[in-house]
């Protein structure tokens, strides 16, 4: 790396950070957030590292918040990246432009949003990796833009799906596991999230990542971007769709039919799981043939749970630096 990048990464992340130093166990978590009109939203992102270097973008999951990247982005600027971390709508300063706009969750509006955040931003390509709703949302970008993905890193794989999907029964050890899907399809669970997400998002963390001792202000510096006035409407939206509870709009209706054909992803993949992730996922044998490009699938071990970025920062910046080697 020349004495420039350097300069220009070192800078980065003292401003990210602090001039206490880098290290992402800083408990304000990131302070230099940015906004950005993209599409139909105002959005709050991170940007950090030198502006000319490759961008990643990275995509955090539910109930969770950028800062689940803390510990990744300073790794990744170290490297010469430009990274930009998102709070997706729903989620910390990001805001609806319209006032009225229906507070859609479903799948193809994520993926539009990240489209919009790269149009405004003027990035042409981007490494895109995250986990969760993150990483559905950049599985859904490679597979219907992958002229504007140079590599994907995806937790858990690929996760792209359908209503027509959602309609077809599970076991009935698989159902449980959903249980708060079907909590959200009810106006009590609708009210209930609304009243307690704070406590809600907690339990999740705690039954998705059983290993992860996180302590309560590794807790408290991510739920402050639930109490979006949006967070829960966006919520409830997403998981109703997926019963076909919520229709969807009509201006989705065409990159949704042709998710619906669980669409191949052609561009160079790293898919990783955590060896003890709590959450609801799929077997990697039952998703590789759908990566049909460069691909690559690595198990972290150590008790790793659903919020493997943040679990295991390392292995997750060394797959996105890989992923643009392959």
């Known amino acids: 790396m020349n004495r420039q990048i350097f300069a220009a990464t070192a800078l980065a992340i003292t401003t990210l950070f602090g001039a206490a130093g880098a290290h992402a166990a800083s408990p304000a978590g990131f302070t230099n957030i940015k906004q950005i009109n993209a599409g139909e939203l105002n959005v709050g992102y991170v940007d950090a ?30 490297q010469g990246y430009r990274v930009i971390v998102p709070h997706l709508r729903g989620y910390g300063t990001t805001r609806f432009l319209d006032a009225k706009a229906i507070r859609n969750g479903e799948p193809a509006a994520l993926a539009t949003d990240v489209i919009a955040l790269m149009d405004a931003l003027k990035i042409d390509q981007a490494t895109l990796a995250g986990y969760d709703w993150g990483a ?8 219907l833009w992958p002229e504007r993905v140079k590599g ?80 829960a409407a966006v919520t409830v939206y997403n998981y109703r769709w997926r019963l076909g509870l919520e229709p969807g709009e009509v201006k989705y209706a065409g990159l949704e ?62 797959a996105v630096i890989e992923v643009g080697r392959l």
């Open 49 to 78: 590292g030198p502006a000319n270097g490759p961008v990643v973008i990275l995509l955090h999951g539910w109930p969770y918040d950028i800062n689940s990247y803390v510990d990744v982005v300073p790794k990744l600027t170290a």
């Open 136 to 143: 559905r949302t950049a599985d859904i970008v490679a597979a």
């Open 152 to 231: 994907l890193v995806s937790v858990s794989g690929y996760l792209i799906g359908s209503q027509e999907a959602g309609k077809q029964p599970l076991p009935p050890a698989a159902e449980l596991q959903w249980w708060y899907q079907f909590y959200f399809a009810t106006e009590r669970g609708s009210v209930g999230y609304e009243k307690n997400h704070h406590d809600f998002a907690k339990l999740i963390w705690k039954l998705a990542s059983p290993e992860w001792k996180f302590d309560d202000a590794t807790y408290e510096r991510s739920a402050v971007a639930l109490d979006n006035p949006d967070h």
């Open 257 to 318: 039919a042709k998710l619906a054909a669980s669409p191949g992803i052609s561009v160079p993949t790293i898919t990783l799981e955590g060896d003890a992730n709590g959450a609801p996922h799929p077997e990697p044998a039952s998703y590789a043939k759908r990566f049909t490009g460069k691909y690559k699938h690595e198990l972290i071990t150590g008790g790793i749970g659903h919020n493997l970025p943040q679990e295991a920062p390392e292995a997750f910046a060394n």
